[in-house]
């Protein structure tokens, strides 16, 4: 079988850096973005010179994303697969972020993904093939205090590509939205952001995520080398579901927030109806 190539974001680190591995063990092409170079992807770079690619791109930059995706295409001829993984989280009330901290989040985890897919979809369209995996949260669903620029840009990244998979799919171009739940990854133990917080919000729900932030308290459950293996599984699927969500204890979050939404809009039958126009 010929190899696909695999176009990821974020391969320093976390989801990305094991779905690199993965693949690579695999024989698989990869292209992989770091903004900086590490110890591991340097290991990475020397056990599979001939197959591993690194370039370098932060995903708020659209003229780098343009280049990274033509240089791919220039030497390889072809984009299978785009795994779009780069993105950080965002800690703090509302009122206790920086305008910096809002618009460096919406540029790196709405804006980046939406430019990688605008930026892939003219060649997928010319092959008349691809996959796009957007890796989203299940906070794409799931909104807690805390979190809300991140959830901003997770339900804004989920909206963006259900329309685009419409749009795509008579090319032959599918798209999937995977939601994990927490993982044991530098995404809560080491990259999260934290605002400058509020004296105000101690011992309220908001300033909860501080006793998550904290390995001494617990683990995430989440198994990113699993993780992993089920969203190359996903990629590599007929199927092409729309959503997919990694972990328990995620999916009953998202199937209880989900029900409720539900229940709730149920509940809105007649204030809806008495908006209509009566003939």
């Known amino acids: 079988m010929m190899s696909k190539t695999w176009l990821i974001t974020g391969i320093s680190s976390g989801f990305g850096m094991a779905l690199a591995h ?3 063990e695999q024989g698989e092409i ?6 900086k170079e590490n110890a591991k992807v340097k290991e990475l770079e020397a056990k599979f010179p001939n197959t591993l690619d690194v370039q ?6 659209v003229d780098e994303i343009r280049s990274v995706v033509e240089n791919t295409v220039e030497k390889r001829n072809k984009i299978d697969v785009l795994i779009n993984n780069a993105g950080y989280g965002l800690f703090g009330a509302a009122e206790e972020l920086s305008d910096g901290d809002i618009d460096q ?11 990688m897919i605008r930026a892939v979809l003219p060649y997928m369209r010319t092959q008349q093939n691809g996959r796009i995996i957007q890796i989203s949260s299940y906070g794409g669903q799931v909104a807690y205090p805390g979190n809300s620029m991140y959830h901003a840009t997770k339900f804004g990244i989920e909206g963006f590509c259900e329309s685009v998979a419409q749009e795509v799919a008579p090319f032959n171009i599918k798209v999937s939205i995977i939601e994990p739940g927490g993982a044991r990854t530098e995404f809560r133990y080491g990259s999260a952001h ?3 917080l509020m004296p105000e919000y ?3 729900p908001t300033h909860a995520f501080l006793k998550m ?3 001494a308290n617990g683990l995430a459950p989440g198994d990113p080398e699993k993780m992993a293996t089920r969203i190359i599984e996903v990629a590599n699927s007929d199927k092409a579901p729309l959503h997919v969500v990694l972990g328990s204890q995620a999916l009953f979050a998202t199937i ?12 809105e039958t007649e204030i809806a109806a008495s908006t209509d126009v009566k003939d």
Do not use: C, F
């Not at 990869?30 to 903004?35: D, M, P, Q």
């Not at 370098?56 to 930059?61: R, Y």
């Open 22 to 24: 993965q693949l690579l």
């Open 30 to 35: 990869v292209i992989g973005t770091v903004r």
């Open 56 to 61: 370098h791109l932060d995903v708020t930059n």
């Open 105 to 115: 989040i919406m540029a790196t985890n709405l804006t980046g993904s939406i430019q």
């Open 194 to 196: 934290v605002a400058n």
């Open 202 to 204: 101690d011992n309220t």
């Open 213 to 215: 932030l904290d390995p």
């Open 256 to 267: 209880d927030r989900l029900t409720e939404r539900l229940n709730e809009y149920k509940g």
